[in-house]
């Protein structure tokens, strides 16, 4: 079965080179697919010493280069790297009875340098770095570092369902950077957890997040939590903010008062939302036993909305001369 063949942007010729070597294929020629390039399953990859194995009992593809695997399942927007879930921009799928992977994603993953000559239409991809250039670097920033950002998308507990994308921009505050992180660094999470306003509740909305995205393309898994960027929360550490020690977790959104929404952590029973959880952490926010149900409004963020994320684990990302 082809899978979408109709959006595929072009019908030129796509080349790709692997350390100068032209890579030949078959049958079966890349093509460009939502601004990403998809390549045959064989070819490519066995020139960067990868072994690739189609496992039709899973409908997956396995490719393992070194120390490193990665798992596809054909039309599934996740993969599996050494085990862990990370999102796809453009799945695995079927094209003319052969398998078509993203080529940048694979790449990366491996630690190669991918570029795009556009002139020529060519991926060009460099398994040890680029000789004429100076070599890349890496930076790490340590958990429990809050990254601050701005919301691009508008969000509701009224009108949003759980699994709804997002995109948030990094809040530099007119710096070039932050902590490492260019300025123009986007965040890309979902909406974990909704539920509307009702007479006995308040809005609630969740948020999670999947990875970043850096100016030059490359795209970083990120593990984190959100959390607010007022005093109570963060500690102002000589321009960079780190989380309280007291700072609570599993923040979410809840409509309550005049504001958008106030961040209460709430401590779900199975992951459920009841009246009396939403009720009880708010009446533990506000130190009384009850709240008033006249401010119940639902939870409305809009875009240019400030939030913080609290890494959970570090975030190692590469680094280039220019940027």
């Given at each position: 079965?082809?899978?979408a063949?109709a959006?595929?942007?072009s019908a030129?010729?796509?080349?790709?080179?692997?350390?100068?070597t032209?890579?030949?294929y078959?049958?079966?020629?890349?093509?460009?697919m939502?601004?990403?390039v998809?390549v045959p399953?064989?070819g490519?990859?066995?020139?960067m010493?990868?072994?690739?194995?189609?496992?039709p009992?899973?409908?997956q593809v396995?490719?393992?280069?070194?120390?490193?695997v990665?798992?596809?399942r054909?039309g599934?927007?996740?993969?599996?790297?050494?085990?862990?879930?990370?999102?796809l921009?453009?799945?695995?799928?079927?094209l003319?009875?052969?398998?078509m992977v993203?080529?940048?994603?694979?790449?990366?993953?491996?630690?190669?340098d991918?570029?795009w000559n556009?002139p020529v239409?060519?991926v060009?991809i460099?398994t040890?770095g680029s000789?004429?250039?100076?070599p890349?670097?890496?930076?790490?920033?340590?958990?429990?570092?809050?990254?601050?950002?701005?919301l691009q998308?508008?969000?509701?507990?009224?009108?949003?369902?759980?699994?709804?994308r997002?995109v948030?921009?990094?809040?530099?505050?007119?710096?070039?950077?932050?902590?490492?992180?260019?300025?123009g660094?986007?965040?890309?999470?979902?909406?974990?957890?909704?539920?509307?306003?009702?007479?006995t509740?308040?809005?609630?909305?969740?948020?999670?997040f999947d990875?970043?995205?850096?100016p030059?393309?490359n795209v970083?898994?990120?593990?984190?939590?959100l959390i607010?960027?007022?005093?109570k929360?963060?500690i102002?550490?000589?321009?960079?903010?780190?989380a309280?020690?007291?700072?609570?977790?599993d923040?979410?959104?809840?409509?309550y008062?005049?504001a958008?929404?106030?961040?209460v952590?709430?401590?779900?029973d199975?992951?459920?939302?009841?009246?009396g959880?939403i009720?009880?952490?708010?009446g533990?926010l506000f130190g009384r036993?009850?709240?008033?149900?006249?401010?119940y409004?639902d939870?409305?963020?809009k875009?240019?909305?400030?939030?913080g994320?609290r890494?959970?684990?570090?975030?190692?990302f590469?680094?280039?001369?220019?940027?």
């Amino acid at each position: 079965m082809c899978v979408a063949c109709a959006s595929i942007a072009s019908a030129q010729r796509i080349h790709t080179t692997v350390d100068g070597t032209h890579v030949t294929y078959p049958d079966v020629e890349p093509v460009m697919m939502n601004g990403r390039v998809m390549v045959p399953l064989r070819g490519v990859f066995e020139h960067m010493g990868a072994y690739v194995e189609w496992q039709p009992e899973f409908n997956q593809v396995r490719i393992t280069n070194a120390d490193t695997v990665v798992v596809m399942r054909i039309g599934s927007d996740v993969a599996t790297v050494n085990g862990s879930v990370l999102p796809l921009d453009s799945p695995a799928m079927l094209l003319r009875g052969r398998t078509m992977v993203p080529l940048r994603f694979i790449s990366e993953t491996f630690g190669h340098d991918v570029f795009w000559n556009a002139p020529v239409r060519t991926v060009e991809i460099s398994t040890a770095g680029s000789p004429s250039s100076p070599p890349y670097g890496t930076m790490t920033i340590r958990r429990d570092t809050v990254v601050p950002f701005r919301l691009q998308t508008n969000l509701s507990s009224s009108a949003s369902r759980v699994g709804d994308r997002f995109v948030a921009t990094l809040d530099t505050d007119g710096q070039l950077e932050y902590e490492g992180l260019p300025m123009g660094t986007t965040l890309e999470g979902r909406v974990s957890t909704v539920r509307a306003k009702t007479r006995t509740a308040p809005g609630v909305i969740g948020l999670e997040f999947d990875r970043v995205r850096l100016p030059n393309g490359n795209v970083y898994a990120i593990d984190g939590s959100l959390i607010g960027l007022d005093a109570k929360s963060v500690i102002n550490d000589n321009g960079t903010l780190r989380a309280r020690q007291d700072a609570p977790d599993d923040l979410k959104y809840v409509g309550y008062g005049a504001a958008a929404g106030i961040l209460v952590a709430i401590l779900t029973d199975g992951n459920i939302l009841t009246d009396g959880l939403i009720g009880g952490a708010l009446g533990y926010l506000f130190g009384r036993t009850q709240v008033d149900s006249t401010k119940y409004n639902d939870v409305s963020l809009k875009a240019g909305t400030e939030f913080g994320v609290r890494l959970d684990e570090d975030l190692t990302f590469r680094t280039a001369p220019n940027g």
